[in-house]
């Protein structure tokens, strides 16, 4: 006898309670969103690492004269995000969505560090035992924290609970190909699913995005491979991850050393001694980022192996853990730049904030399970507790949000940029001071060279370290022939800070000029 058929209005039925369970998640995701992107807040467009990042993108999309500009012509170091900048700002036609989409990303980290905790410790026992969680997330992650802990311990201790060593981090106050490791974050709520497969296409993705977390997505999958191995002690399941790893990644692999491999090694050693003691020695060298913060870091990445393990996401932090420290101790005994630049050390990006969260779960299971009574006397207590510090960090996040766009609206440069942006002509090129670094995405104008933004392919490191040089020895002594020497350079405009005087010379034309500088045009 076979099973009678659903009736059309258990079809219905359960079509409906679908649908709203999905309405529930899309509320949950998007109030943990607005509440977490607030409380770390953002910095406004065009700050720091999106000068460079968002160049090629900008350029491409048909953004003032970018496509013009010597930088955005070099290759590009991240062809996937550079593609998703520019359709985006082909479809909207506005930088702002940035904004939108970084937060959005923001509520997919704070999503799965939460799912990543409630699945290793009972933080969903109650709803206080959640509230209690939730509040400290926030706050561990909170721009009002941030603030408390540079004003109090010094500027390298801002993130000290959710950044890796070295100054790298996943998330930050911008949009940047880094931010996209909490696919990494993801891929580790993915596996502790069960849903291996899925897990390793999230790190992958995370890499094609930001190859520099190569290395991380192949910890990530070896860890996944030891895990699957362990549980099931066969062979096949752990070795087509691999293999199906491996097919993923092959083509930003392909892209990456096939584009940035095959220069001279002579260039690539002059190349890679730039980029390591000259441009990021603060990511590069041990020596330089080796500091109290980082043995901070050390411990909790421990005191976080140790209060999982006996937990299945034991294995999946450790294989990166040891990956990292192992690589990290062979570079401090070679002193190689190669392997300088591969930033070994960067897999603590995701295991720092995920120790952290480990432990805050671990810390709250733990209070709640061994003084009940305790909390069932004072949780209204409690509960206000957890509100109000959700709703401090909120509000101070928003406080700052605020006063950095205020800040960023009251830069020396505003006004240069302005008239720049109203007044460029195609085959313009301005030669600016090297720290100027908002200049080229502020005004849409090609610039000489500037500090922040640089290339990697070898031979265009070396040109951006000579241009560097000429500019700096104009600014350090600016006179007439070193003026001039920049024409041939393809230069037409020259940015002069007020604080320096005037600069008159045959053949150069002041056009503009404000409090803060001087622009002076080539006859």
């Known amino acids: 006898m076979q099973p009678e058929a659903p009736s059309l209005s258990q079809e219905q039925t359960r079509s409906q309670v679908a649908l709203l369970t999905a309405l529930r998640r899309a509320a949950y995701y998007l109030l943990l969103t607005l509440v977490f992107s607030t409380a770390y807040t953002q910095s406004p467009l065009f ?6 990042y968002f160049l090629h993108g900008l350029a491409r999309a048909g953004y003032g004269y970018l496509h013009e500009d010597w930088l955005a012509n070099t290759l590009d170091p991240t062809p996937v995000f550079s593609f998703l900048v520019e359709i985006i700002y082909r479809i909207f036609q506005s930088p702002a969505v940035f904004l939108l989409i970084y937060a959005l990303l923001l509520g997919l980290y704070v999503m799965a560090v939460i799912e990543i905790a409630a699945h290793v410790f009972d933080i969903r026992r109650t709803k206080l035992r959640f509230l209690v969680f939730l509040a400290l997330i926030n706050l561990l992650h909170s721009a009002g924290l941030r603030f408390a802990l540079s004003r109090l311990l010094g500027a390298n201790f801002t993130y000290l609970f959710e950044d890796g060593v070295a100054d790298q981090r996943l998330l930050g106050t911008v949009l940047q ?41 192949a910890a990530l999958t070896a860890a996944y491979m030891l895990t699957i191995y362990l549980e099931t002690r066969e062979i096949r399941a ?37 980029l390591v003691h000259f441009r990021i020695p603060h990511h590069a060298l041990i020596s330089w980022w080796f500091d109290i913060t980082a043995v901070f870091k050390i411990i909790l990445i421990t005191l976080a192996l140790l209060a999982v393990r006996r937990k299945r996401i034991f294995t999946v932090l450790l294989v990166p853990a040891v990956i990292a420290a192992g690589l990290t101790l062979l570079q401090a005994a070679l002193q190689d730049n190669n ?9 603590s990006v995701f295991l720092v904030p995920l120790s952290t969260v480990l432990l805050t779960g671990c810390l709250v299971q733990t209070v709640f399970e061994r003084w009940p009574e305790r909390i069932d006397r ?23 949000l605020v ?19 109203s007044h460029r002509q195609p085959g313009e090129v301005y030669l600016i001071p090297v720290k100027m670094q908002d200049f080229r995405l502020e005004s849409g104008a090609p610039a000489y060279v500037d500090f922040k933004a640089i290339p990697y392919r070898d031979a265009d ?16 002594q600016p006179d007439c022939s070193r003026a001039a020497a920049f024409r041939p350079e393809g230069i037409t405009h020259i940015v002069f800070p007020a604080e320096m005087g005037d600069l008159q010379c045959d053949g150069l034309r002041e ?9 002076y045009r080539f006859e």
């Open 47 to 52: 700050t720091s690492n999106q000068n460079q």
């Open 177 to 217: 190909p880094s931010a996209f490791g909490v696919l990494l974050v993801v891929s580790i709520w993915m596996f502790l699913k069960s849903r291996p497969y899925l897990a390793v296409l999230l790190a992958v993705l995370a890499a094609t995005i930001h190859p520099t977390y190569l290395l991380s997505a």
């Open 238 to 274: 752990p070795l087509f991850t691999g293999l199906l790893a491996l097919a993923l990644v092959s083509p930003i692999l392909y892209y990456v050393y096939g584009n940035f491999g095959s220069t001279p090694p002579e260039t690539t050693a002059q190349a890679r001694e730039i």
């Open 339 to 347: 392997l300088a630049i591969i930033f070994p050390w960067r897999i």
């Open 378 to 400: 004072c949780s209204s207590m409690l509960q206000a507790a957890a509100l109000a510090l959700i709703g401090l960090a909120v509000l101070v996040g928003g406080v700052r």
């Open 403 to 421: 006063l950095d766009f205020e800040r960023k609206g009251r830069e020396p440069e505003n006004a240069l940029g302005a008239y720049v942006a």
């Open 461 to 476: 490191v070396l040109e951006w370290r000579r241009r560097i040089e000429l500019a700096d020895s104009f600014y350090l």
């Open 511 to 519: 056009v503009y000029r404000d409090p803060a500088y001087t622009l």
